[in-house]
């Protein structure tokens, strides 16, 4: 079924052209998006430069009331809010291994990234999994948009070394002093990282302890900036 259902899927898309992933309109050829649900999409216009908090387009500073006492990254970008359609999107790009997603979210935030006019960083750090999570999943959502970042900004991925130290429960699932404890030394780098300005990537940044624990994991391993790519922030 699932067979039949690509083959049929491709060869609509032979003679279609590529179609939405929201509403099946024809999209064009270099995104699974059409032009009117592009425009639609949840923004994200205003934020924290350092955490990509959603701040009032009129707020006199650019760094949330957080960041100015512990900057999360030195530099943060999220394309998107963490709302409708994008919570969906991502979802689907977390459960079901559908490149077109992985494609589109990618190059989406890609898109952000290139429009920020910000230093390009050496190379990206996806989030990691631990193995048993990669192994239940299949995949690394965040290593699956990392490459379409890599692509289109022409850098490296950097994911040897880097590692979970510990199976992550869900941390949706837990209450925010758990998070932090689940989390707290949840990476190990075993690379040389001296000098070295890196931006993670990751799909969804809620509370941040994530990619807090690892920014400070490559730092003590080198690392002279950390900046943080993300499709969404909640
Ligand atoms: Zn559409
Ligand atoms: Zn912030």
């Not at 990282?193 to 993670?200: E, K, P, V």
Request: aromatic share 4%; hydrophobic share 45%; net charge positive.
């Amino acid at each position: 079924m699932h067979f039949l259902y690509r083959w049929s899927k491709n060869i609509q898309t032979r003679l279609l052209g590529p179609s939405c992933v929201l509403c099946r309109a024809p999209a064009p050829l270099t995104q699974d998006l059409c032009a009117d649900c592009k425009a639609e999409l949840p923004w994200l216009e205003s934020a924290c430069r350092h955490c990509a908090l959603a701040l009032p387009a009129t707020a006199a500073h650019r760094i949330c009331r957080a960041c100015r006492t512990r900057p999360l990254a030195e530099q943060a970008i999220a394309a998107l809010h963490y709302r409708p359609p994008a919570d969906w999107l991502i979802t689907r790009l977390k459960f079901n291994a559908r490149m077109p997603h992985a494609r589109l979210l990618g190059d989406l935030l890609a898109e952000r990234i290139a429009a920020g006019d910000i230093a390009t960083p050496d190379c990206l750090v996806p989030v990691p999994l631990h193995p048993i999570n990669l192994r239940q999943r299949g995949f690394n959502q965040a290593e699956r948009l990392a490459r379409r970042i890599a692509r289109q900004l022409d850098v490296s991925i950097a994911m040897r070394g880097i590692e979970r130290r510990r199976a992550t429960q869900r941390q949706s699932m837990l209450a925010a002093s758990e998070r932090r404890a689940n989390i707290r030394d949840a990476f190990a780098c075993d690379v040389d990282l001296a000098g070295a300005h890196i931006a993670i990537v990751d799909d969804v940044v809620t509370t941040g302890h994530t990619v807090r624990a690892l920014a400070a994991c490559l730092r003590s391993a080198g690392a002279r900036r950390v900046d943080l790519y993300a499709v969404a922030r909640a």
